[in-house]
């Protein structure tokens, strides 16, 4: 069983930048590919990022490439995502997974678990 947990989520003006964190409660942490996802009121869930168990392979959504990045501490059992130039059609909450077996690249909604999210707001 994996527990995890966001924080970093807030208002913000478009420009500015916020950092989400995600702790995870496992032992095994390096084994999963973790993923961040978002969703906007009124749409479904949308890709993100995720990268690899490893830490070597980040993969990110058209949407947010070149403006956000995924990390991981595997001492700490933490993933990051440091959202740089933030618009307001970033505006969602974000969600972070976690999911055993699959590639870093895999950018599918089937993640194992998930954590209960926290709201990024972002004004024009």
């Known amino acids: 069983q994996v527990q995890l947990v966001e924080s970093g989520g807030g208002l913000v003006q478009a420009g500015g930048s916020l950092r989400l964190s995600c702790a995870a409660s496992?032992?095994?942490?390096?084994?999963?590919?973790m993923g961040w996802f978002r969703q906007a009121p009124g749409k479904e869930r949308e890709f993100v990022a995720t990268?690899?168990?490893?830490?070597?392979?980040?993969y990110y959504a058209d949407s947010v490439k070149g403006r956000f990045t995924i990390s991981r501490d595997s001492a700490k059992n933490m993933v990051y995502l440091q959202m740089n130039s933030l618009k307001p059609e970033d505006t969602a909450v974000y969600y972070c997974?976690?999911?055993?077996?699959?590639?870093?690249?895999?950018?599918?909604?089937?993640?194992?678990?998930w954590g209960q999210g926290t709201q990024v707001t972002v004004s024009s």
């Open positions: 496992v032992r095994t942490f390096s084994i999963y590919t």
């Open positions: 990268i690899a168990r490893g830490g070597g392979g980040t």
């Open positions: 997974a976690a999911k055993m077996g699959v590639d870093y690249r895999y950018s599918g909604p089937a993640y194992d678990y």
